[in-house]
């Protein structure tokens, strides 16, 4: 880190988080194997129309950090997603010390910060140069996580905090006050090349627009034609159609040369009032204006609240299955319509109800989501998808948008750890076999897996190629998988075992290749992220 940053220091902070079987976390050394591995996605099951390949649509059961980890280290995910996404939104558990049922919320402060700095350095990999990241909080850890994505995307590339009113009613019974807002800070990847989208117009933006002149362009608005900067040339007078002069008073300029406001009145484009005599005014025409510049301030009757948002999620699934703290579709239109364009990915590694898939699906984007909890997965967020793809979603922004179903999505299951810590040293887990093993080592060295039933190889990367023996690697084993290489290739061969006769060999037949050792030789192929 810089000498003199402002950073965040808290217990743990060199350390790193792992999951545990419970739910929970443990401690862990950040060049943990466990922690700096690969881990493998796995299909599972599939629902409407899909390709079977990393560009559909896909659900991840499993942990945030894994997931992220698989998206932008696999090679075949990584050309997909690595500095590609345009949009993260994610809504983590605020660390209230709340217990809520579908959500481990109750997350010591050093914990929530660990947890929070690790996914957020793998988002800033993933996001695209005009990419930006949307982070859902409320006053718990909000101060914290601004320092913190201070840190990790540079305070330059803040882009705002956006403050959502998420409870339209007052709680007379709160102790000190009534806290009825959540923020959304937001950061770009560059902002430089951040370009975000217009929100669209409504009744109460357009109550200003008037025609008394009927002019045959539209309804138009006023527009005040002077400024409060200095401006070179912005001093001069005016003459109106009745011979009266005017100029702005004060520490005021014209906002426009004299040539520009002359093209203005030419075209119509000045209002002198109903008598002709009052200060000019620009004429702003509404099917010129086109959307809206999004305000940091966000209504419950512009993007819904906590009640609406319950309200569709019990539509969906009846009131026998309640999502605690799902958030209305509304705000995820709103979010997803600035900040991304038909085509582009949306990444929510914090599922939940489904909210964010589901509405990035009904507009149009791809997306991916996470979810750790299997029960919240197989209750809520898979269900709410499947009835988005069978068009069986007749709420939130359903009939806004016109959604009537339609593509599809895959669901991909996080592998456990392919490592086990026994004394200080780390084993390959059981299930690390056969074809198992294979992808498994493609993933860590950074191979495109092709499967095993291809002659010796099963990955390959540029001109090296994978060969991965469950078993020893000895002379008779190494001189028939080089025997296989075409001229100019070389190979990386791994085993269970390795014989010193066999590295010899290789060394000695084919300049370039090696010989690695399982799990010896992997377990620092990992890379910490930092």
């Not at 209230?96 to 959500?103: D, M, S, V």
């Not at 300029?253 to 620009?282: A, H, I, M, V, Y």
């Not at 539509?315 to 991304?340: C, G, M, N, W």
């Amino acid at each position: 880190m810089a000498s003199g940053r402002l950073t965040l220091s808290w217990v743990g902070r060199d350390e790193a988080l792992l999951n545990t079987a419970d739910g929970g976390y443990e401690w862990v050394s950040r060049q943990d194997p466990r922690i700096t591995e690969v881990r493998l996605l796995r299909e599972t099951d599939k629902t409407g129309e899909v390709t079977g390949t990393p560009t559909d649509n896909l659900l991840i059961h499993g942990d945030s950090y894994d997931a992220l980890h698989a998206l932008t280290r696999t090679p075949e995910y990584k050309k997909h997603y690595r500095g590609k996404v345009k949009l993260v939104y994610i809504d983590p558990p605020f660390n209230t010390g709340q217990a809520f049922e579908h959500y481990d919320d109750a997350l010591e402060h050093s914990v929530w910060l660990t947890m929070m700095r690790d996914r957020l350095l793998l988002i800033h990999d993933l996001l695209a140069p005009g990419g930006s990241v949307w982070v859902h909080l409320d006053d718990a850890e909000m101060a914290y996580c601004r320092v913190l994505m201070d840190e990790i995307f540079g305070r330059g590339n803040f882009v705002g905090t956006v403050v959502w009113q998420k409870i339209h009613a007052r709680n007379n019974s709160a102790q000190h006050l009534s806290a009825v807002h959540d923020y959304l800070l937001v950061y770009a990847r560059a902002k430089s090349d951040l370009v975000l989208n217009r929100i669209d117009r409504t009744e109460l933006s357009d109550q200003e627009f008037w025609n008394p002149d009927n002019d045959p362009r539209g309804p138009w608005r006023r527009s005040d034609l002077t400024a409060s900067h200095a401006y070179e040339d912005g001093r001069y007078e005016v003459v109106g159609p009745h011979g009266e002069v005017f100029a702005p008073r004060g520490n005021r300029w014209w906002s426009c040369s004299r040539e520009t406001f002359e093209t203005l009145r030419q075209d119509n484009r000045l209002w002198w009032g109903k008598t002709g005599r009052t200060f000019p005014f620009r004429k702003r025409f509404q099917s010129e204006l086109g959307g809206l510049v999004p305000t940091t301030f966000w209504t419950h009757d512009e993007v819904g609240d906590n009640r609406q948002a319950k309200g569709e999620v019990t539509r969906l699934f009846d009131r026998s299955r309640i999502f605690s703290t799902p958030k209305p579709e509304a705000l995820l239109k709103r979010v997803i319509q600035i900040a991304s364009d038909p085509g582009d990915v949306v990444v929510d590694v914090f599922a939940g109800s489904g909210t964010t898939a589901a509405v990035a699906h009904k507009m149009g984007r791809r997306w991916v989501t996470a979810e750790l909890l299997a029960e919240t997965a197989d209750t809520f967020t898979r269900p709410r998808l499947e009835k988005v793809v069978s068009g069986d979603d007749p709420g939130g922004v359903t009939k806004t948008i016109g959604w009537a179903g339609g593509g599809g999505f895959r669901s991909l299951q996080v592998a456990p750890s392919a490592f086990e810590i026994a004394y200080g040293r780390a084993f390959l887990a059981d299930w690390v076999q056969g074809e198992d093993f294979a992808a498994m080592v493609a993933a860590q060295l950074g191979f495109t897996f092709d499967g095993v039933n291809s002659g010796p190889f099963c990955g390959s990367r540029g001109r090296t190629r994978l060969a991965v023996v469950d078993g020893v690697v000895d002379e008779v084993v190494a001189r028939g998988i080089l025997g296989q290489l075409d001229e100019g290739e070389r190979a990386v061969l791994v085993g269970k075992g390795v014989t010193p006769e066999a590295e010899s060999l290789v060394a000695e037949l084919s300049r370039g290749s090696k010989v690695l050792k399982a799990p010896r030789d992997l377990v620092h192929r990992g890379k910490v992220v930092r």
